[in-house]
């Protein structure tokens, strides 16, 4: 509990940004920045005009009932809507407030994460055993292709009859081809917030905020809150530490490019090599990519700035095979 109450406030402070022209998508999506500190040094050092962060899109969704999977509550629309995201972060109440009902009469983390938990399993069980049956038939095809699909499918159903999420289950290279099959909700990132009364700490592999108080300080205006936080003892709120791990959940991560008209953060997946990097600034850059200047961010910041770190000789110059790494500098090369 505390999803909307979490909703608006990070997307209340993305009014006050107002960096990025899509705040608000439908009433239920939200836009928000991606807090940066790194993007203001190198603009500074570049002295940009403009800098550009990158963002995260957060949805709200309804809560979930036990027996949603059959469609109780607003159980096939919140499935619906689980199924669209890349990654989950479940709410989870843990404070205590006689004045705020709990949809199952009291505060029980444990049990309410097993709800969801079991809600997820159960819908993508039936999932599972729609596939597995026709896998199993077309196996008999005796196609290579048919035959890892139908062992696929009987893996997960195991895994999940078991009361085991998709993610636990580990699969070789060549089922991998086959995963695009099997839309498990239970195969996606979770990261697990706890509502907790302020100061009070979480289990650990939970992120502790108290969304009240959180929704209060989005309230303040930004150029005080800073001081606010420091006068808590705070070096950032909880909606900026939520953003951040939503991020990592997502194994998202961060490249620059800097000059003067513009200093920018992209996103990339972890892993990505410097093709896709630069077909996240345009598709056409992917297709004609050639090659890319790196420094990374600490030697861009000592040398500091593009030239300097040229004349030291810090700017190594990268094919199409280099993984980028987060925090990377990048300028690109590219045939159109
Ligand atoms: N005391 C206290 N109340 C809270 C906190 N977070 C949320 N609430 C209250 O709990 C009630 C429900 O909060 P919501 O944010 O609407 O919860 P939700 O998860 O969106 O709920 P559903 O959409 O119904 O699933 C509201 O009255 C909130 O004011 C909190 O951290 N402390
Ligand atoms: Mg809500």
Redesign the pocket.
Known sequence: ?????LFNAISGLQVEAANYPFATIEPNVGVVTVPEPRLDVLARIEKSKKTVPTVIEFKDI??LVAGAHKGEGLGNQFLAHVREVDAIVE?VRF?E?KN?THVSGNVDPKRDIETIETELILADLQLVEKKNENFKKSARSGKHEDIVKAALAQKYFDALSAGRLASSVSITEEEQKFMFEFPFLTNKPILYVA?VKSGETAPDNFLAL???IESEIAQIPENERKHYLKELGLAESGLDRLIKAAYQTLGLQTFFTAGEQETRAWTITKGDKTPQAAGKIHTDFEKGFIKADVVAYDKFVEAPGWVKAREKGWARSEGKEYVVQDGDIMLFKFNV
């Open positions: 509990m505390g999803k909307s109450t309804a809560g709410v404070f407030d705020i509502n108290d969304a009240q």
